[in-house]
């Protein structure tokens, strides 16, 4: 909903480095919007959709402008949303395997490439079960090696793909980045969820760094260097990780044992078996 998605907005860094006035500004648009559209699904508000509300505010010019600005940095924000494992779902739900948007997801999903790099991406790049190509980001001079994982080879041989590239247009021509970013988003507005190809790189390196993978494994898939990106998402698997294995010190409240991670919670007075 829409009223999630300012709620979101408003706990950024996007938001709060803004300052004091220009926050009161879109507050005051972000109210009216929400009495307006609170309930409806952001996912379906299209840029005709924000150019519409600017017309109806244009007998009072700085309020069309304040409204403008304040929905562009919205959306400007939502279109870097790192996906989540219910908005994986939701995609697969609408776009199942043998389509070419499932194709456009999975792609992305399990190489970890960034969309300048996932349109390059074919058959030509893949020996023996495993992925080479060299980045965008890099000027070309990075390769990166990607096995093919068996999800991915399964939606790939059922397609449809094009014959120099795995992501395609309609009749199986190659896109660019841009032109492959704009027919995303459509797909994932048809799904129900915030779209970007940059949102769908981050969920990929949060199961990554989830199932256990270091800074240096996450450096070699994503294509990063410096230990910086990668340490972002190993210290929040990490945090995880040890709160699964340390909570049930919390019942360990006179200290009478010593506790390990295989031993169950148990209830404050209960004594261990």
């Known amino acids: 909903m829409l009223a999630w998605l300012i709620t979101r907005y408003r706990e950024t860094s996007a938001w709060s480095e803004l300052s004091a006035a220009t926050r009161r500004q879109r507050e005051n648009i972000f109210r009216q919007v929400l ?27 700085f309020q069309a402008r304040h409204f403008l600005d304040a929905m562009l940095g919205l959306f400007r ?3 870097f949303i790192p996906w989540t494992e219910e908005h994986v779902e939701a995609y697969e739900r609408r776009w199942p395997i043998g389509t070419r948007q499932r194709v456009w997801l999975d792609v992305l999903l399990y190489t970890g490439l960034r969309r300048g790099d996932a349109v390059r991406f074919g058959r030509q790049h893949i020996r023996d079960g495993i992925g080479t190509i060299k980045t965008e980001k890099s000027g070309f001079t990075l390769t990166v090696t990607l096995p093919i994982l068996p ?18 247009g309609e009749r199986g021509q190659p896109l660019t980045k841009e032109s492959f970013g704009n027919l995303f988003r459509a797909a994932c507005r048809e799904a129900g969820v915030p779209g970007s190809a940059h949102g769908v790189r981050k969920v990929a390196a949060t199961r990554a760094a989830n199932s256990g993978a270091t800074v240096a494994q996450l450096e070699a898939i994503f294509g990063w260097s410096g230990g910086q990106m990668a340490s972002h998402y190993t210290r929040s698997a990490d945090r995880k990780r040890l709160a699964l294995e340390g909570m049930h010190m919390l019942a360990n409240e006179k200290r009478k044992f010593i506790p390990s991670p295989s031993d169950q919670v148990r209830a404050p007075g209960q004594k261990p078996k």
């Open 151 to 168: 999800v991915l080879a399964e939606t790939l041989a059922a397609g449809p793909c094009g014959d120099l590239t795995f992501i395609a």
């Open 77 to 79: 924000w939502a279109g």
């Open 35 to 61: 009495a307006s559209a609170g309930e409806q699904s952001f996912a379906k508000i299209t840029r005709s959709t924000i150019i519409a509300g600017r017309e109806r505010r244009a007998k009072t010019p």
